[in-house]
């Protein structure tokens, strides 16, 4: 799914009116018969509701809320902004509910807020590009201190500008949800910007999916369709040579783990052999615990000193638990500036190579670089905001034909053409030791399957989310620990082989 900025969505708005010949209060009948919906279930049917409308399509959108949750036998404060310049659809709307229903506000005004009501958050949407003026914090802090139970926010977070770098010092109405139209919207992809709301829910509102070639962007939001149009279709006649030997170089003295961890969730993932290379302490580990797999060992007990010849192996993974020793470190360098396949570079080889100077050209074309936000800055340096983050990386992706993935709550894989694709799966429950590790794995064992670095990564990230999300069903979050994730990849396998 494409996501694209506010005013793409606005002319999409336009397109579908024009080509369903529907007008623009039929579309905002739409959107709020959608949101009422949704909105149903997240309300006790006594709660008190507050719903707190704007001047434009998105207060448009609250006030029909109201008028359909009336209908339900809801109670329902309104308070609608002040204005001189209702939109057209917004003032249709204030007429179908009986003027003494509505108090109108001003911004310096003492509202006399009921406590612990549920707030509904429709002020603005996605029609603004610049901060708000300070005054709207003494609503959002009234709104705020009235200890609501919960608030929900229609389309965005109002005082949220969806594709610029917000400021913490931007007033904005902080909510507990967002039901935003169609797709979602690119800041509310950001780590920074979690503090707006803490979950945002799509509500498909029947744009016209025909115009939407026309809108031109980097950034796309992946879900199981897009995943299903490039999976591979196996052959019967297949045999283990087809789905690729991966080759898990890493480990040392007390962190053989990760490597059990690699190596099992490329074997889970599909290869046809799994080949790991650890200092001599790892053999009897390996062969132990993954008795699927085959050990190559290194000279040295401890640490890797000697990397090993790839040309043989169709996915290659390095780094996870391999130690920073001196030794290691230059031998590793040395090495990798020799190679000329594609690797998957984790953990320690990224941040071996964080202290080279222009480490980026010393890394083959169309490897995958795996970091965290602490690996990442590392190999970056600081970045002002999300925005800026993201257009660093996507420079040195393209100049370095190279593949990063920024990991996280929707992590983020930026390719080597310059796009950005948001994962849709996951959860809190990953944040686990050696969570890391099993999505090396899993992306090694893609390529070595066949795919290439961007599609390998791109279905990589969303498998193992959707293999953690399988998870939480029968592991609490708490308790999830990495090899369980690799446990439910086959799970994610059949959620993706079903058509529901
Ligand atoms: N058919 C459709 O199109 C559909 C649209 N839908 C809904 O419409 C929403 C978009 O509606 P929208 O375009 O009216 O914008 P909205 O977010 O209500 O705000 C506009 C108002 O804000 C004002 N304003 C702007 N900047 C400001 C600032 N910095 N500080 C203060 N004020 C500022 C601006 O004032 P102006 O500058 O024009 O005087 C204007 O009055 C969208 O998010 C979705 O909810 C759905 O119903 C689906 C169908
Ligand atoms: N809150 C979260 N939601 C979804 N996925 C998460 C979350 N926290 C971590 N993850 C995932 O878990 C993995 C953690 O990777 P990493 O920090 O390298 O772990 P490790 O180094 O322990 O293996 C990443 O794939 C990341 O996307
Ligand atoms: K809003």
Redesign the pocket.
């Known amino acids: 799914m494409k996501i694209i900025n506010s005013k793409q969505i606005?002319e999409w708005?336009q397109l579908t009116?024009k080509h369903q010949n529907i007008s623009?209060w039929d579309?905002?009948e739409r959107?709020v018969l959608k949101l009422t919906e949704n909105i149903v279930n997240d309300i006790p049917s006594k709660a008190p509701i507050i719903i707190f409308c704007?001047?434009?399509?998105?207060?448009?959108?609250g006030l029909g809320v109201a008028r359909e949750l009336e209908k339900l036998g809801y109670k329902t404060l309104i308070y609608i902004l002040k204005s001189e310049?209702y939109?057209e659809?917004n003032l249709k709307n204030q007429q179908l509910l009986s003027s003494n229903e509505l108090h109108f506000f001003n911004l310096n005004e003492e509202l006399q807020l009921p406590e612990n009501s549920v707030i509904i958050d429709a002020i603005?949407?996605?029609?603004?590009?610049?901060?708000?003026?300070d005054d709207w914090n003494s609503i959002f802090n009234q709104i705020e201190k009235s200890n609501p139970t919960q608030i929900i926010s229609?389309?965005?977070p109002s005082g949220f500008i969806a594709d610029l770098p917000m400021q913490k010092y931007f007033p904005c109405c902080k909510s507990n949800k967002t039901y935003t139209?169609q797709v979602p919207k690119l800041g509310l992809l950001f780590p920074e910007n979690q503090i707006y709301t803490d979950e945002f829910i799509l509500l498909d509102?029947g744009l016209e999916q025909n115009v939407s070639n026309e809108f031109e962007t980097d950034y796309y939001f992946i879900q199981k369709n897009d995943i299903q149009k490039f999976l591979k279709k196996i052959s019967k006649f297949s045999h283990k040579g087809t789905f690729g030997h991966t080759l898990i170089i890493g480990g040392s003295l007390g962190k053989i783990g990760s490597i059990v961890l690699t190596a099992k969730a490329a074997l889970k993932t599909g290869s046809g052999l799994v080949t790991t290379y650890t200092p001599q302490c790892g053999l009897n580990i390996l062969q132990t615990n993954l008795i699927e797999s085959m050990s190559l060992v290194d000279d040295s007990e401890k640490q890797i000193e000697y990397f090993p010849e790839i040309k043989i192996y169709q996915g290659v993974a390095v780094g996870m638990g391999m130690g920073q020793h001196p030794t290691t470190d230059a031998n590793f360098i040395n090495w990798i500036k020799n190679q000329k396949q594609p690797l998957v570079i984790d953990a320690d080889a990224l941040n071996c190579l964080a202290k080279q100077k222009d480490c980026f050209t010393l890394i083959p074309q169309d490897s995958v670089l795996t970091p965290h936000p602490k690996e990442l800055q590392r190999l970056i340096g600081e970045w002002e905001n999300d925005f800026e983050k993201l257009e660093k990386v996507k420079k040195l992706a393209v100049f370095h034909q190279l593949t990063f993935i920024i990991k996280g709550f929707y992590t983020a894989v930026i390719t080597s053409d310059g796009k950005t694709y948001f994962n849709s799966t996951g959860n809190w429950g990953m944040a686990t030791a050696g969570s890391g590790d099993t999505l090396s794995g899993i992306i090694a064992s893609l390529i070595g399957q066949g795919y290439n670095s961007s599609e390998a990564s791109i279905l990589g990230v969303y498998l193992h989310g959707l293999a953690g999300d399988f998870a939480v069903k029968k592991i609490h979050p708490h308790s999830l620990i990495a090899s369980n994730i690799s446990d439910f990849i086959s799970e994610a396998y059949f959620y993706l082989d079903s058509n529901f």
């Open positions: 606005k708005d009116i623009s579309l905002m959107a704007g001047k434009g399509n998105n207060g448009g959108d310049n939109s659809d603005f949407g996605i029609g603004i590009n610049q901060p708000l003026d229609i389309d965005l139209f509102i």
